[in-house]
């Protein structure tokens, strides 16, 4: 399972990056070349995914791993979805998700808003791991689409964004040593790839920017420093957080007492 994840997101990558800029530079036909150039970068990394080692090796009992290379850590994120109580408790994380949504705040950066949403996706990924946060990151945005009429029309990249934060989240956060280098990581990863680099990509796209002047101008005075201001106050906030709740979820069995002892700055 996680050789297929790996492949996937080869795949994703290989996309995405000759995409970007075969877009920006207004190449004829980029989702073909686009589609082209991910399949051969999954045939690059084929060699080297194949040969990746699964590390079957936990702390105690499955309950902390030290790498998400693991067949092991995949299947038990797999076997998150197949519990009737976890599929109650995300469905209350998306309905929350969409809550906050409604409550966006101005961040002083342009049309970018602040919203709280990502705690929720952040805490579903914590619990029930990488595959249920990717499954929680693409039904919000098209449940946002749906219930919230947006300004523009329906644009999938916006839930691909969505999805990838979610994998972030999940890697770095299910069922492994929590510390707040990784909430500032997994933060820094999502501020900076996907907020700014792809959501100025998307943007581009839905609101057809007619040059790259458009999109550089976009993402060095609002994207980036958007994203960079929010950066630390938004990694402070999810730690404690985590910290805070991690008692609550330790005795209503969503959380190990392993995982919560492990919870620490570095």
Known sequence: MYKFI????????????CFTVLYLLDI?????????????????????IIKAKSY???????????????????????????????LVMIAALLALMLLTKL??????????GISFSYIFLAIGSLLYGPVAGMLMGFLVDNLEFLLFPQAYPYF????????????IYGLLFYKTKLSFFKVFLSRLLINLLINAILGTVWMGIV???????MYLTRFIFIALPKNLVYLIPQSIILYMIFKALSDVFVRTNLMSLEVKQNIHIF
């Open 28 to 48: 004829e036909y980029y989702y073909w070349y686009s589609f082209i150039s991910g399949t051969v970068f999954l045939g690059v990394a084929m060699p080297f």
């Open 6 to 17: 790996l492949g996937l997101i080869a795949l994703i990558v290989g996309y995405f990056s």
């Open 156 to 167: 999938i990249g916006y839930s691909i964004s969505s999805l990838l934060t979610g994998l």
């Open 103 to 112: 409550i966006t705040l101005p961040s002083g950066f342009g049309d970018l």
């Open 56 to 86: 079957n090796i936990d702390y105690d009992n499955k309950t902390i791993f030290k790498t998400f290379f693991s067949k092991t850590y995949w299947k038990e994120s797999v076997k998150e979805l197949r519990k009737l109580k976890n």
């Open 207 to 213: 609101a057809s920017y007619s040059s790259f002047e």
